[in-house]
């Protein structure tokens, strides 16, 4: 699927975005749509508008992308984590939850990927919330994820499995 040619319908991608909480058009929804509807790579730059879409940058602090991604998402669906950060560098923390059970996450120390992050939110959120990632995060600079209720997850794969499959991949988990 080229994501430079294959079209999603507009009604198929409202349906979509309403699932990651663009419920109205954005400035980007407004830019990239086509009178067929969005290109595949258009419309993932739409849903960087979501707040359940996470990006992390490599030059990012975990910090950062924990406070002003993360907890806001994974308590907009019920989730509220804590987080400690470990070191004054900004890469290191303790990520615990209510119901009990924490965490260290690190970022970009030796040995560590940005996938043992979301690995270890992971399993620190009820059974019922999954992440899944770009499946263009290996070997990149920029690492996307999503998070949705499982069940969320399976009406977009109902609704369009190849392209869902193609924005956000389940990930290998290690529980």
Not at 88 to 94: C, I, L, Q, Y
Not at 112 to 137: M, W
Request: a negative charge.
């Amino acid at each position: 699927m080229d994501p430079l040619t294959h079209v999603v319908a507009e009604s198929t991608a409202q349906q979509m975005l309403a699932t990651f909480g663009i419920t109205s058009p954005t400035p980007t929804y407004e830019r990239r749509l086509r009178p067929d509807g969005f290109r595949l790579a258009d419309l993932a730059e739409v849903l960087g508008d979501s707040p359940f879409v996470l990006v992390m940058d490599w030059r990012g602090h975990l910090d950062d992308f924990v406070n002003d991604a993360l907890l806001p998402a994974l308590a907009e669906l019920g989730c509220p984590l804590k987080y400690e950060p470990m070191s004054d560098a900004g890469n290191e923390g303790a990520l615990s939850s209510p119901a009990g059970g924490g965490e260290i996450v690190r970022y970009l120390k030796a040995g560590d990927t940005f996938d043992d992050v979301i690995r270890a939110c992971q399993r620190l959120v009820p059974s019922h919330i999954e992440f899944r990632g770009d499946p263009g995060n290996a070997g990149s600079d920029t690492w996307e994820y999503a998070v949705l209720p499982r069940d969320e997850w399976a009406d977009l794969e109902r609704l369009d499995g190849d392209v869902i499959r193609h924005l956000f991949a389940p990930l290998p988990i290690d529980l």
